[in-house]
């Protein structure tokens, strides 16, 4: 059996397809692994085996963050507020998966309505990292990440608001893709901030990301901001970055990073010129106040398409109110998690008569500046490339008490979901915390033009390819 | 003190008569049990999006080019935000600062914006609910709720309460015309809210003004502004001032009652619909809303006056009642050599009248009697050919059997006496018969002739031409 | 920077009802995040467009037809008081409206 879990999601639909693995077997061999869940990262587990799938992803199980509602299966994005709740209809991109022969192998553990970066805002209890069990796997796809780096899914999906699929991909040692805002459907991902959302593969390597992406991706009637990717998507297979140019901006980089997150981000640096890439430090000058105009943007949305929540057509609903506003305060108040209170919060101060235009307004003008930084940038090089994360995975309940500390750990991600751009993180190497212990992941980022998500995964193919990260769990690391 | 004028201003909702939701294809409905018409879209669902209706855009641009307005190249939906059980999202999609179309006008009064939203669903409050200290509770029915509305408003140019609803009226009559609403206020398809305020006659500025909501019908709205407009002439009489508040019209009592005190005012925190994109409409949709417009009430009044010679009463009755003028023309045209203000007395006079006489709810255009019909009629009368009185009969006979007027004429035994040997003979014996009458208009009371002319109509059936009866009458007593 | 009084407002315009330690807790916590956040204050913005967009598409509308409705017992299944096929809410009170 455990040969099975050592394939690739491309390397198991290949032989799926050539009638050498039943789809049944394959996909039972993960719900035995997903069984073993020790991380916290599954919040549901499919109860049945698969039989009579066809399809470029036939019997493939997939991890889906339970932010994704799926017909008739619990699905409460990590709240408290949805616990029980099990929606009457399927999102678009569970349903575009279902489509490909892929089936739901679970429902994965997240930080409460995406919001987080340590997967510890959870109402169902904190997810653990797979490579020592007293650190955060990051967030807020921390479940789906735990789960594929753990062993514990083939493959997953999540969700990318302002880095909350490539900054858990990078604590926990895989591959996060977050693409081009409009590529894939939001319908029925449950909204957190709805023009910064964006829905993503995490995987072990980056042709699986790819295998992914081509099934999700589409125009949707039942999403207006959805495009999908002219021409699809492609197996890479490109094998030197020969006339390729990575800007690397200088913005970003001398902010505070860990010494040994720096190491791993030069040497990454090294690896790309020895494949034929030039590097430029160029600017970016705005990047850098993403996280002050993020922190208006994604909690004004959020305070909004969180207003639903409010104890009468579905979810949970506070006992003993008496008349109307009580009954919408005390459900709220007991529904929802401290951060997601704190964001509730923020985003409605900053959208509130007298504020709007000190904040929001101004938030969205940084926001322009940002792309346009971007786009200067894309009219010389093909890339941005940055660390996915300033440090390694941190411990439990290390920044629980300084929200603004937690919130820089998207210090690097959160500019490109501001500009709507495709990134992607892989394992670049191991480094040690700089307060010393284990070695953990650590992930590089790349960022591409918008819907040039095939330049990028050749691109991000043709260096994994050279730096052959194959470290696993376990080995060394405390857990 | 110096005089008070009043200034109006109306903002009225239109329901759209297109089949499905703004935003999602739930079947739109009147009546029908609570909640069949609902899905996760229109009820707020965890995760779904929503997907505008073409045919409400199109609606809405038909009556922004109605109202003569200026359509804005590009218009953008904003979030409303707001806790009631009747808006499942807690925000309803509306437009805000670039609305559909503004500066048009209907008749004299200006029209400052007309802009797209959704309706909210119908809250049905009941008694106890048996809560521990709840006063009661509301039923939500969501088969309203996202219903397309059109929501126009005027500029504050009307003066008086019957100018208010004089105008609303015509406005009904334009929409309807268009056929893109049932404009039914009883029904809640037309709603009408009023600005109301006064100020020192002569003056520019605007005084504080109130609301005034759940008029609904024209008569309501006429006495709620009247009601209101009386209350604040009377505060200001005393000294006192006007409160900015919004009212509730009870027609049972006509009063109004304070819906919300002014420190409760709602601070809606509108930012941009990050769900939906903007609405650009094209040359083409333009193009098309403006060849699908009818003749529109206003100018059809003044093509009837100014073309027809209709005097002002009839021309505004037929104009403001679509197939009523539809009707109008047919047998205008029909009716040659007869001035079209001819046919139209007896459209809005003996036609109309014969139709209520015959108790039938059908105007003239489900009726009996053909356009064609009653211009044959017309002439016939016009050309003394039978007598106006004969005229009435067929009419009669036209409203309960239809047919030709010839036939009947002539089944009757209508024609008028040509003969004038005959009908002399007839008015001798008539002046014979009244001796009493005949003497007194020899002495000069011409009214008395009356009497003798009722005489030779019995005796004639009506067939003999009244001018003419005089006349013989006159010629025999040598006056 | 963001006083008791702030708090309290903010919350009953998110129906959030907070106790006496989440007032003091947020109050500091939120002046915290919008200090850092005040820094795009200094930046010179004049005359730039704000974004409230990335994607670049317009008039994206579906057609007038009809699709069937949900079934009443579904939509009202998940309903924490459903009655008489409708959802149940408490009433708004005339001293707290
Ligand atoms: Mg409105
Ligand atoms: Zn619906």
Redesign the pocket.
């Known amino acids: 059996m455990s040969g099975l879990l050592e394939l690739t999601v491309a390397e198991a639909a290949g032989r799926i397809a050539a009638g050498e693995i039943a789809a049944g077997e394959y996909f039972d061999a993960w719900r035995a692994a997903a069984a073993g869940d020790e991380l916290n990262a599954y919040l549901w587990r499919a109860e049945d085996g698969v039989e009579g799938t066809g399809g470029p992803l036939a019997g493939i199980p997939v991890a889906v963050k339970d932010i994704f509602c799926t017909e008739g299966v619990p699905t409460t994005a990590g709240s408290r507020i949805l616990a029980g709740y099990a929606p009457p209809y399927t999102s678009t991109a569970v349903r575009r998966l279902g489509e490909a022969g892929a089936r739901v192998l679970g429902k994965t553990n997240m930080d409460e309505f995406a919001m987080g970066s340590s997967s510890e805002n959870s109402a169902f209890g904190p997810v653990l990292n797979p490579w020592d069990r007293g650190r955060v796997p990051g967030g807020s796809s921390g479940g789906s990440a735990a789960a594929v780096g753990g062993g514990l899914a083939p493959c997953a999906i999540g969700t990318d608001t302002g880095g909350s699929i490539r900054q858990p991909a990078s604590l926990c040692g895989i591959v996060g893709l977050k693409p081009t805002y409009g590529a894939i459907s939001r319908y029925g991902m449950i909204a957190f901030a709805s023009s910064l959302d964006q829905c993503g593969a995490l995987t072990r390597d980056v042709t699986d990301a790819a295998l992914l992406l081509a099934a999700l991706q589409g125009r949707d009637p039942c999403d207006s901001t959805s495009v999908g990717i002219e021409g699809g998507v492609e197996a890479p297979s490109r094998e030197d970055l020969k006339g390729l140019r990575f800007a690397v901006p200088g913005e970003l980089a001398r902010d505070a990073i860990d010494s040994g997150v720096r190491a791993v981000f030069e040497a990454t640096l090294e690896t790309i010129e020895r494949l034929g890439g030039a590097i430029t430090e160029a600017p970016l000058p705005h990047a850098e106040h993403g996280i002050s105009a993020y922190y208006v943007i994604a909690p004004a949305e959020a305070s909004s398409n969180l207003a639903r929540y409010d104890g009468v057509r579905y979810g949970m609903r506070a006992e003993g109110a008496g008349d109307l506003t009580e009954m919408y305060e005390k459900t709220r108040a007991e529904g929802f998690g401290a951060e997601v209170k704190r964001r509730i919060m923020l985003g409605t101060y900053v959208l509130s008569s007298g504020y709007y235009d000190a904040y929001y307004g101004r938030a969205q003008r940084v926001r322009t500046k940002i792309a346009s930084d971007f786009a200067a940038a894309f009219a010389e090089f093909d890339f941005v490339v940055t660390p996915t994360s300033p440090s390694v995975a941190f411990g439990l309940g290390e920044k629980t008490d300084d929200p603004l500390a937690m919130y820089m750990s998207d210090f690097f991600t959160v500019p490109m979901s501001l500009a709507g751009l495709p990134a992607i993180s892989i394992p670049a190497g191991l480094a040690e915390p700089d307060g010393g212990g284990p070695r953990l992941p650590v992930g590089f980022q790349i960022v591409a033009p918008a819907f040039a998500e095939q330049r990028l995964l050749e691109a991000a193919f043709a260096l994994e390819r050279e730096i052959g990260f194959d470290a696993k769990p376990g080995e060394g690391a405390g857990g | 003190m110096a005089e008070l004028e009043a200034v109006i201003g109306l903002e009225i909702?239109v329901q759209l008569s297109t089949r499905t939701k703004m935003f999602c294809g739930c079947e739109l409905s009147f009546g029908d049990q609570p909640n069949v018409h609902t899905c996760p879209v229109c009820l707020a669902h965890p995760g779904v999006l929503p997907a505008p209706n073409e045919e409400a855009i199109r609606y809405a641009l038909q009556i922004a080019v109605a109202l003569e307005c200026e359509v804005a190249p590009r218009s953008i939906f904003h979030r409303k935000n707001y806790f009631y059980p009747d808006n499942p999202k807690a925000y309803q999609i509306?437009q805000y600062d670039i609305p559909l179309a503004t500066g048009g006008r209907l008749d004299d009064i200006r029209i400052h914006r007309v802009h797209l939203?959704e309706d909210a669903a119908k809250m049905i409050h009941v008694g106890e609910s048996g809560r521990i200290h709840g006063s009661g509770a509301s039923l939500v029915d969501f088969n309203r709720g996202g219903t397309p509305?059109v929501?126009i408003v005027t500029e504050p140019d009307l003066r008086s309460a019957a100018e208010a609803s004089e105008w609303a009226r015509l406005l009904r009559t334009t929409v309807r015309q268009l056929g893109v609403s049932d404009v039914n206020m009883e029904e809640g398809s037309l709603r009408c809210d009023a600005n109301v305020s006064v100020r020192p006659a002569g003056s520019e500025e605007l005084g504080v003004k109130t609301e005034l909501k759940n008029m609904n019908s024209f008569r309501f709205l006429e006495r709620g502004i009247e009601a209101e407009l009386a209350r604040q002439q009377e505060l200001i009489g005393a000294g006192a001032a006007v409160v900015q508040e919004t009212l509730h019209f009870d027609p049972r009592g006509v009063t109004l009652t304070s819906l919300r005190s002014k420190e409760e005012a709602h601070d809606y925190r509108y930012f941009p619909e990050p769900d939906l994109v903007p609405l650009a409409p094209t040359e083409q949709m333009l193009h098309e809303a403006r060849g699908s417009l009818p003749e529109l009430p206003a100018a059809r009044i003044e093509r009837y006056r100014e073309e027809m010679g209709l005097p002002p009463e009839a021309a505004a009755q037929l104009a403001a009642d679509p197939e009523a003028a539809v009707y109008f023309e047919r047998a205008a045209g029909a009716a040659a050599g007869v001035e079209p203000r001819v046919v139209a007395n007896w459209v809005t006079g003996e036609l109309a009248a014969a139709l209520r006489q015959e108790g039938g709810e059908a105007g003239a255009t489900g009726s009996k009697v053909e356009p064609e019909a009653l211009a044959a009629l017309v002439v016939m009368v016009q050309e003394k050919r039978i007598s106006h009185g004969s005229g009435k009969t067929v009419l009669a006979a036209l409203v309960a059997e239809g047919g030709e007027p010839g036939a009947i004429v002539e089944r009757e035994g209508l024609a008028q006496i040509s003969d004038s040997g005959e009908l002399e003979a007839i008015v001798a014996t008539a002046v014979d018969a009244n001796p009493e009458a005949a003497a007194q208009i020899r002495a000069g009371n011409g009214r008395a002739i009356g009497a003798i002319v009722g005489a030779v109509m019995r005796e004639t059936k009506g067939r003999a031409d009244g001018a003419e009866v005089n006349r013989l009458i006159r010629d025999r007593l040598g006056v | 920077m963001i006083d008791r009084e702030q708090v309290l407002h903010v919350a009953r315009l998110a129906r959030l009802r907070l106790d006496e330690a989440e007032v003091e807790k947020m109050a500091g916590e939120l002046s915290g995040i919008l200090e850092h956040v005040d820094r795009i204050g200094e930046l010179d913005l004049d005359g730039v467009e704000p974004t409230s967009h990335v994607v670049e598409l317009e008039n994206v509308l579906r057609p007038d037809r009809p699709r069937p409705s949900w079934p009443r017992d579904v939509v009202l299944e998940p309903a924490p008081d459903p009655a008489d096929g409708a959802f149940r809410a408490p009433s708004p009170q005339a001293d707290s409206q």
Do not use: G, I, Y
């Open positions: 909702h509306s939203e509305l929501e």
